[in-house]
């Protein structure tokens, strides 16, 4: 048990905190999300004991799938101990005394925010996104009323517009996180905010994927082995963020990197955001071009003077 | 070094820690009872219950101390307590014209059976800081002469109303009409008024005062007079299966109001005044009236009439009302968003040497064009 | 609950549910979303604390304890709903109302599956609520030994076969035309004597060929 999760320690509750009644809600929500994928099936959101907009979405969904043999892995940003990843993680080994983990590998459930780890993930796995808005439409149309029927017409005429009007603007489209994705040929989806990089890993995922969205009171789902499509047009078809430069710790190529300023004078350097992935490379001897710099030692995971 | 969202578990230990010193504040002062809290400060706990959705004083007075008197942080730990606690079925309704009455004005009447009784409240009082409360030991004990009301005697101005056809009847629902409840079932819209309502009882006063204030003026106008507000103790009754009858569970106290409303009439329907509705825990007038107000706005439809403003727009004002929700989006921006902010950073810069490109090409081409001159 | 327990039974004891409702209930749901997200694959369910009156199946049983409460509806095929003792049973452990008609059901539970009512009795769901629709749920299944199809679709990786009975005849036609009017339809939940398999609206079905 870590530190935060005495922050839980206030009684006794049920393995997972959830109640028996309000785990079978939400494992009704994710049959119907798992075999209707990328449609949003309502559900009877529970209040949590952390705020909505902090995962009580995500943490519905992990508790009603969790076992006590499950191994759980959570990450925020992509890494296991930023501060919120920590506090999820703490409420789980509170209230479910599970196994948890730091490495993707290992971990049977993954609860993120934001990301998707680099290594790929398998069969044995699911994937737990907190969502903030699952709703692709809803800043185009703010009324729940018409985007389920925008959703029952399959009417995507405005999405589209909007994505072309960013062409017309700025030559490409504008949106870099949270970019939208055509289930199974079916349901415009919001992959929740991952950055675009992210989205060709959700098609054809191995792992099944679930979405929950807490204070919007929304679960939805990507089977595994299921057709994703990130939205585009033929004339300028969906590509995904470049970085130049490999990862300054471990010199992993074609992933996601976090810039970490080192200074005020322009300082910078590019790591790896799935903070596993790296930590694993640089212990199989990879070392990026700024391993040995005083500056990203600090950055590298060596101990921190941690402050508040 | 900037380590605020690697900090990790000795960062949160520490913060929480801290946290509590502060709220603890200055040890040589003693420390706040539960009993002080609700007895002395019984807005902030009747609107923290009713917010919370719990009726429970102590609980509410530990919220309070708890959430260093945030009221909001306050209804939000009587929430998450609220969803832990077993649910044996919904009471029966209460009966508000059979209220032990300590508070009873009518806007729309010089008197009416029953009187008007003041009861405690701040109406009427001057607004001046008063000094005498800042002694330790403030003034105590004063008599009060109080006149007790004869409860059989109060009835409500709208029955009177209703008595001569004046008064919409109330809406009638058949025994076994399920109850709405917006914590078991998502809501979806349009939403019924037994949701609105509830969504409403739960929601933040100061949204709902807001709403309530737009109407007046100018923005979906109701014609609102404050038919009666009454504040009193009424009773809790469940029918429990096994016995076959109703228990008194015990009792709560309320503040009910009924806002009375002009309505000119249509084809099916003849002129006749129209309610809005308003039940909250404690003495939360302000809250009572603001929710009676947004309830009749939000009636428009079934009223024939327009919808012009925010305060009758229901997916609005109910997607909106609960603070619970509202103050965890909004906070959550302080979550570490630094992935998403790192795509954008990349467009942007793309985006910006893209513009200056093309003003370059713009500039050499006008300086081309002039050569060519 | 304590009190149904006498009016219920008829001096006949009730048999049990779950002996650990909280982990039993978490395995059992486990196997079936794998089963569900991974169309014709199939996973054994650890029945060896029910005995459910008969003719309901103790893999039946325990899905009806891990999905079903008072928020489901459930409908029974007519031997179901004739033996007393079954719903007994199900009231007691699950709370679930049982309903007449198969179109109000959130679950049905059939274990006469040869004489299975079409399809398209059930609920279908409806264009902007596609979840609102009935999950059927066949019994007394044996699984590889009928005619086979063909599954593609969302959860399999290129194509599977899938073989199960007893169905009806015209099966595989209702079931090919219920998936096509995806995102409406039914789900399809197969239990065998250990093991089961499901068949959400999303897969598309072909004749296998031989
Ligand atoms: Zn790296």
């Given at each position: 048990m870590n530190d935060t999760a005495e922050i839980y320690d206030q009684g006794e509750y049920n393995f997972a905190y959830l109640d028996e009644q309000t785990k079978r809600m939400i494992r009704r929500a994710i049959l119907k999300g798992i075999a209707i994928p990328g449609y949003q099936v309502p559900f009877a959101s529970r209040e949590m004991?952390?705020?909505?907009?902090?995962?009580t979405g995500g943490v519905q969904v992990t508790a009603s799938i969790l076992g006590k043999d499950d191994c759980l892995k959570m990450i925020d940003q992509g890494s296991d101990d930023t501060t919120n990843a920590v506090s999820l993680r703490g409420f789980f080994e509170k209230t479910a005394g599970i196994r948890t983990t730091y490495e993707t590998s290992e971990a049977t459930v993954i609860q993120t925010r934001h990301r998707i780890p680099e290594k790929n993930l398998t069969e044995n796995q699911v994937l737990v996104f907190q969502v903030p808005?699952?709703?692709?439409?809803r800043f185009l149309e703010p009324r729940e009323t018409e985007t389920r029927k925008m959703h029952a017409l399959e009417d995507y005429g405005l999405m589209h517009v909007k994505l072309y009007e960013d062409i017309a603007k700025n030559?490409?489209?504008?949106?870099?996180?949270?970019y939208p994705v055509k289930v199974n040929d079916r349901y415009v989806m919001d992959?929740?905010?991952?950055?675009?990089?992210?989205?060709?890993?959700?098609?054809?995922?191995e792992a099944l994927q679930l979405y929950g969205a807490g204070r919007e009171k929304r679960i939805y789902a990507i089977p595994p082995y299921t057709k994703v499509k990130s939205l585009d047009f033929e004339d300028y078809p969906f590509e995904v963020q470049k970085f130049d430069?490999?990862?300054?710790?471990?010199?992993?190529?074609n992933v996601y990197l976090d810039e970490v300023i080192l200074?005020?004078?322009?300082g910078r350097m590019f790591v790896c955001s799935d903070s596993d992935y790296c930590e694993e490379r640089r212990a199989e001897g990879h070392a990026g071009?700024?391993?040995?710099d005083p500056a990203a030692i600090q950055i590298g995971g060596a101990t921190v003077e941690e402050t508040i | 070094m900037y380590v605020a969202v690697k900090g990790g578990e000795k960062a949160i230990r520490n913060a929480h820690k801290l946290l509590a010193k502060r709220r603890r504040g200055d040890t040589s002062v003693p420390s706040l009872t539960l009993e002080q809290i609700a007895q002395q400060l019984s807005h902030s706990v009747a609107r923290v219950m009713g917010e919370g959705s719990l009726y429970d004083e102590t609980l509410a007075a530990l919220a309070i101390k708890q959430s260093r008197g945030d009221l909001i942080e306050a209804a939000f730990l009587m929430r998450a307590y609220r969803t832990t606690l077993p649910r044996f079925g919904y009471s029966q309704p209460v009966d508000t014209a059979k209220m032990l009455v300590e508070r009873r004005v009518s806007a729309t009447y010089k008197d009416l059976p029953g009187g008007q009784v003041l009861g405690?409240?701040?109406?009427?009082?001057?607004?001046?800081?008063?000094?005498?409360?800042?002694?330790?030991?403030?003034?105590?004990?004063q008599s009060v002469e109080t006149v007790q009301a004869d409860d059989d005697a109060m009835p409500r101005v709208t029955d009177l109303l209703g008595d001569e056809g004046l008064m919409e009847p109330d809406p009638v629902t058949g025994e076994d009409t399920p109850v709405g409840d917006l914590t078991r079932e998502p809501l979806s819209f349009p939403a019924d008024r037994d949701l609105r309502l509830q969504n409403l009882a739960r929601g933040d006063e100061g949204f709902l005062l807001a709403l309530a204030y737009s109407t007046q003026r100018?923005?979906?106008?109701?014609?609102?007079?404050?038919?009666e507000i009454r504040y009193g103790e009424v009773e809790i009754e469940f029918f429990a299966e096994e016995l076959g009858f109703a228990v008194t569970l015990g009792s709560i106290k309320v503040t009910e109001c009924q806002m009375v409303n002009q309505f000119q009439g249509s084809a099916k329907a003849a002129p006749t005044f129209t309610r809005g509705y308003g039940l909250v825990f404690g003495q939360v007038e302000r809250k009572a009236m603001s929710m009676a107000m947004v309830d009749r706005s939000m009636r428009w439809q079934e009223l024939g009439?327009?919808?012009?403003a925010p305060a009758q727009d229901i997916e609005f004002v109910l997607s909106h009302s609960d603070n619970i929700q509202a103050t965890g989006f909004v906070e959550h921006?302080?979550?570490?968003?630094y992935v998403d902010f790192q795509a954008e950073l990349d467009l942007v810069r793309r985006m910006r040497d893209e513009w200056f490109e093309k003003r370059r090409q713009e500039e050499n081409g006008d300086a081309a064009q002039e050569a060519a001159e | 609950m304590e009190t149904s327990i006498r009016t219920t039974t008829k001096n006949t004891p009730l048999a049990a549910g779950f002996q650990d409702p909280v982990h039993n209930a978490q395995t059992c749901f486990r196997a079936i979303m794998d089963v569900m997200a991974r169309p014709g694959s199939r996973k054994v369910i650890d029945t060896h604390d029910l005995s459910p009156?008969?003719?309901?199946t103790p893999v039946a049983a325990a899905i009806a304890l891990t999905l079903f409460d008072y928020d489901t509806p459930v409908w029974l095929d007519r031997s179901l709903n004739s033996s007393e003792a079954v719903k007994a049973f199900l009231r007691f452990h699950t709370g679930a109302p049982i309903v007449?008609?198969?179109?109000?059901?959130s679950f049905a539970l059939v274990s006469d599956p040869e004489h299975l009512?079409?399809?398209?009795?059930?609920?279908?769901?409806?264009?902007?609520?596609?979840?609102q629709s009935t999950t059927v749920i066949l019994t007394g299944q044996e699984f590889g030994t009928a005619p086979s199809v063909t599954l593609t679709g969302?959860?399999?990786?290129d194509t599977t076969v899938f073989a199960t009975g007893p169905?009806?005849?015209v099966f595989w036609d209702q079931v090919a035309s219920n998936n096509n009017q995806f995102p409406r339809g039914i789900d399809l939940i197969f239990a065998g004597e250990t093991e089961i398999a499901a068949l959400p609206r999303s897969t598309r079905i072909s004749p296998t060929e031989v």
């Amino acid at each position: 048990m870590n530190d935060t999760a005495e922050i839980y320690d206030q009684g006794e509750y049920n393995f997972a905190y959830l109640d028996e009644q309000t785990k079978r809600m939400i494992r009704r929500a994710i049959l119907k999300g798992i075999a209707i994928p990328g449609y949003q099936v309502p559900f009877a959101s529970r209040e949590m004991p952390m705020p909505y907009g902090w995962g009580t979405g995500g943490v519905q969904v992990t508790a009603s799938i969790l076992g006590k043999d499950d191994c759980l892995k959570m990450i925020d940003q992509g890494s296991d101990d930023t501060t919120n990843a920590v506090s999820l993680r703490g409420f789980f080994e509170k209230t479910a005394g599970i196994r948890t983990t730091y490495e993707t590998s290992e971990a049977t459930v993954i609860q993120t925010r934001h990301r998707i780890p680099e290594k790929n993930l398998t069969e044995n796995q699911v994937l737990v996104f907190q969502v903030p808005i699952p709703e692709p439409l809803r800043f185009l149309e703010p009324r729940e009323t018409e985007t389920r029927k925008m959703h029952a017409l399959e009417d995507y005429g405005l999405m589209h517009v909007k994505l072309y009007e960013d062409i017309a603007k700025n030559g490409h489209i504008a949106t870099t996180y949270a970019y939208p994705v055509k289930v199974n040929d079916r349901y415009v989806m919001d992959p929740s905010p991952t950055p675009k990089f992210d989205n060709p890993k959700i098609d054809q995922m191995e792992a099944l994927q679930l979405y929950g969205a807490g204070r919007e009171k929304r679960i939805y789902a990507i089977p595994p082995y299921t057709k994703v499509k990130s939205l585009d047009f033929e004339d300028y078809p969906f590509e995904v963020q470049k970085f130049d430069k490999p990862c300054g710790l471990c010199g992993a190529e074609n992933v996601y990197l976090d810039e970490v300023i080192l200074d005020d004078k322009g300082g910078r350097m590019f790591v790896c955001s799935d903070s596993d992935y790296c930590e694993e490379r640089r212990a199989e001897g990879h070392a990026g071009p700024m391993a040995a710099d005083p500056a990203a030692i600090q950055i590298g995971g060596a101990t921190v003077e941690e402050t508040i | 070094m900037y380590v605020a969202v690697k900090g990790g578990e000795k960062a949160i230990r520490n913060a929480h820690k801290l946290l509590a010193k502060r709220r603890r504040g200055d040890t040589s002062v003693p420390s706040l009872t539960l009993e002080q809290i609700a007895q002395q400060l019984s807005h902030s706990v009747a609107r923290v219950m009713g917010e919370g959705s719990l009726y429970d004083e102590t609980l509410a007075a530990l919220a309070i101390k708890q959430s260093r008197g945030d009221l909001i942080e306050a209804a939000f730990l009587m929430r998450a307590y609220r969803t832990t606690l077993p649910r044996f079925g919904y009471s029966q309704p209460v009966d508000t014209a059979k209220m032990l009455v300590e508070r009873r004005v009518s806007a729309t009447y010089k008197d009416l059976p029953g009187g008007q009784v003041l009861g405690p409240t701040f109406d009427y009082s001057h607004r001046l800081l008063d000094f005498t409360l800042a002694a330790e030991e403030d003034n105590t004990g004063q008599s009060v002469e109080t006149v007790q009301a004869d409860d059989d005697a109060m009835p409500r101005v709208t029955d009177l109303l209703g008595d001569e056809g004046l008064m919409e009847p109330d809406p009638v629902t058949g025994e076994d009409t399920p109850v709405g409840d917006l914590t078991r079932e998502p809501l979806s819209f349009p939403a019924d008024r037994d949701l609105r309502l509830q969504n409403l009882a739960r929601g933040d006063e100061g949204f709902l005062l807001a709403l309530a204030y737009s109407t007046q003026r100018g923005y979906g106008r109701t014609h609102p007079f404050a038919g009666e507000i009454r504040y009193g103790e009424v009773e809790i009754e469940f029918f429990a299966e096994e016995l076959g009858f109703a228990v008194t569970l015990g009792s709560i106290k309320v503040t009910e109001c009924q806002m009375v409303n002009q309505f000119q009439g249509s084809a099916k329907a003849a002129p006749t005044f129209t309610r809005g509705y308003g039940l909250v825990f404690g003495q939360v007038e302000r809250k009572a009236m603001s929710m009676a107000m947004v309830d009749r706005s939000m009636r428009w439809q079934e009223l024939g009439e327009e919808q012009v403003a925010p305060a009758q727009d229901i997916e609005f004002v109910l997607s909106h009302s609960d603070n619970i929700q509202a103050t965890g989006f909004v906070e959550h921006l302080k979550l570490p968003h630094y992935v998403d902010f790192q795509a954008e950073l990349d467009l942007v810069r793309r985006m910006r040497d893209e513009w200056f490109e093309k003003r370059r090409q713009e500039e050499n081409g006008d300086a081309a064009q002039e050569a060519a001159e | 609950m304590e009190t149904s327990i006498r009016t219920t039974t008829k001096n006949t004891p009730l048999a049990a549910g779950f002996q650990d409702p909280v982990h039993n209930a978490q395995t059992c749901f486990r196997a079936i979303m794998d089963v569900m997200a991974r169309p014709g694959s199939r996973k054994v369910i650890d029945t060896h604390d029910l005995s459910p009156p008969a003719p309901l199946t103790p893999v039946a049983a325990a899905i009806a304890l891990t999905l079903f409460d008072y928020d489901t509806p459930v409908w029974l095929d007519r031997s179901l709903n004739s033996s007393e003792a079954v719903k007994a049973f199900l009231r007691f452990h699950t709370g679930a109302p049982i309903v007449g008609e198969a179109v109000d059901a959130s679950f049905a539970l059939v274990s006469d599956p040869e004489h299975l009512i079409p399809l398209a009795s059930f609920n279908q769901g409806s264009a902007e609520y596609p979840d609102q629709s009935t999950t059927v749920i066949l019994t007394g299944q044996e699984f590889g030994t009928a005619p086979s199809v063909t599954l593609t679709g969302p959860g399999i990786k290129d194509t599977t076969v899938f073989a199960t009975g007893p169905v009806p005849p015209v099966f595989w036609d209702q079931v090919a035309s219920n998936n096509n009017q995806f995102p409406r339809g039914i789900d399809l939940i197969f239990a065998g004597e250990t093991e089961i398999a499901a068949l959400p609206r999303s897969t598309r079905i072909s004749p296998t060929e031989v």
